[in-house]
């Protein structure tokens, strides 16, 4: 290696060790949480902090006779879907059950739950009878035919359901998930609360056991935006969620005597669940809550850690990385598994600690500390330790996307010019505007990089510049435990 070689490499290690330790942990975990005050659907409330944003959608289900409003935009456009946005709050509430004291530390724990609590106070007016819930307000197509801000969109929002002749096992149980991690995360600060989310979820849990199909095939249009690849590890995850919260002997018996507990998984996200399962499962067997009957659970533990050993390099089938050292599933939106893994090793790390073990991966012996440094590696490439030297969380550092694919960020405020913005004038002023948004979308974290470590900050790059709800929620837990 030449001398000028050998200095430019040296130059490259101190840019990025310099990088990482001048990030704050704890500036990003409250601009995570700022993010979904700006996803907001409804009427706002007095303590909204993200002043950019107005009331919105407020006769959502009132064609349909039922009160709609409120919940959360899922992405870049003023959809509610709801399959997504029930893994948002899944993760949320996940977040606060494995990280509450650090949030409550950081002066965040009334934040995380009060972005949990609008989720949920959603999905249970969505859930308007037993067997009956709506799934989706608005129509993606038109809704992405224009380009509006969500307060004054003119665009349709009709609501679609499903029900016992048009069943969706996976919303069902996602849903239910949801009011169950949540019902655990209320529990000591609310517990009336707690009890009726509880009893929604039980509901829920029973409509998609009961009556099963995927969702998509009585929302077809949500199948264009979210396609549901099964029910199965809904229906698992949402037992082993309403297992925890109701200590019922019911549904760990589901849990227990399952006899699909997904195998060896490549991704955590808001279609396949079975990583969460497997690591909530794997979690009660060390903590004695679950008992293996003939070895049945240790199967879903040994597919969870072998998840995370391929994670780490050190599996069977090693998941790609970029050679700046990120972890690497695909181009479309690749950060929001990036989050969901550095979730999984986070929280696994402290579950490891506490049980006073380690995992034994095919190529060695993977400690709690191991997996901490790792999934420190991810976040701290994600808030600007990386080849670019670019936050892809917005609002951090100097350097982060300032044209993020957002409908809301990117057309100016009501607040500030009231003056309506129709379908196509949002195109031609706002979206092929080359500028940066006039909003900014604080704890955004975009699609990211490509496998080159390269990023267009383009807003008609949706691939990479659009962000989601579900892009983030895992990182609230992770970003308290560095904070």
């Not at 264009?224 to 099964?230: A, P, R, V």
């Not at 590890?233 to 019922?248: F, H, K, M, V």
Request: proline share 4%; with cysteine; hydrophobic share 35%.
């Amino acid at each position: 290696m030449s001398r000028l070689c050998y200095l430019a490499l040296v130059i490259s290690f101190v840019a990025l060790f310099q990088n990482a330790a001048s990030i704050d942990y704890g500036a990003a975990l409250t601009k995570s949480l700022l993010f979904y005050e700006a996803q907001r659907s409804g009427k706002l409330p007095p303590n909204q902090r993200v002043q950019w944003r107005g009331d919105s959608a407020l006769t959502d289900g009132k064609d349909s006779g039922v009160d709609l409003t409120g919940g959360y935009y899922d992405a870049g456009d003023n959809v509610k879907f709801g399959f997504p946005m029930a893994y948002t709050v899944t993760m949320l509430a996940w977040s606060v059950v494995e990280f509450g004291p650090q949030l409550r530390a950081r002066n965040e724990l009334s934040n995380a739950l009060r972005a949990i609590k609008w989720g949920t106070d959603y999905l249970i007016k969505a859930h308007v009878e037993p067997n009956v819930m709506y799934g989706q307000v608005g129509d993606g197509g038109s809704d992405h035919s224009c380009w509006m801000r969500p307060e004054d969109m003119t665009t349709p929002r009709t609501a679609y359901k499903i029900d016992e002749q048009h069943p969706g096992s996976d919303l069902a149980a996602e849903s239910a998930a949801a009011l169950a991690a949540a019902a655990i995360a209320f529990q000591g600060s609310q517990p009336s609360y707690s009890s009726r989310l509880l009893n929604h979820a039980k509901q829920l849990f029973d409509f998609a056991t009961k009556y099963t199909g995927k969702y998509h095939d009585s929302i077809p249009g949500a199948g264009q935006f979210y396609s549901s690849s099964g029910f199965e590890d809904e229906l698992l995850w949402a037992a082993t969620w309403l297992s925890l919260a109701t200590n019922d002997n019911t549904y760990s018996d589901i849990v227990t005597k399952s006899s699909n507990f997904g195998g060896t998984r490549t991704m955590f996200s808001w279609d396949d669940k079975f990583v969460g399962a497997q690591i909530l499962i794997s979690k009660g067997i060390l903590e004695g809550k679950f008992k293996s009957e003939n070895g049945n659970l240790d199967q879903a533990k040994k597919y969870g850690e072998e998840y995370i050993c391929n994670c780490m390099q050190k599996g069977n089938n090693n998941l790609r990385k970029t050679n700046g050292g990120l972890l690497w599933f695909q181009e479309w939106n690749n950060l929001q598994y990036v989050t969901t893994a550095s979730f999984i090793i986070t929280t696994y790390a402290d579950i490891l600690n506490a049980a006073k073990t380690t995992i034994q991966c095919p190529s060695g012996t993977v400690g709690p500390q191991d997996l901490i440094t790792f999934a420190k590696s991810q976040v701290d490439y994600i808030l600007g330790s990386n080849p670019k030297q670019m936050s892809y969380m917005v609002g951090i550092r100097s350097n982060y996307p300032k044209r993020v694919h957002h409908r809301g960020a990117s057309i100016v405020s009501i607040k500030k010019d009231p003056s309506p913005v129709s379908c196509q004038a949002g195109f031609d002023q706002w979206f092929h505007r080359n500028a940066d948004n006039p909003n900014v979308l604080d704890g955004a974290i975009v699609g990211g990089p490509n496998q080159s470590d390269e990023y267009s900050d383009d807003r008609e790059n949706y691939q990479q510049s659009e962000t989601a709800t579900a892009n983030i929620a895992p990182f609230v837990g992770v970003l308290a435990r560095f904070a």
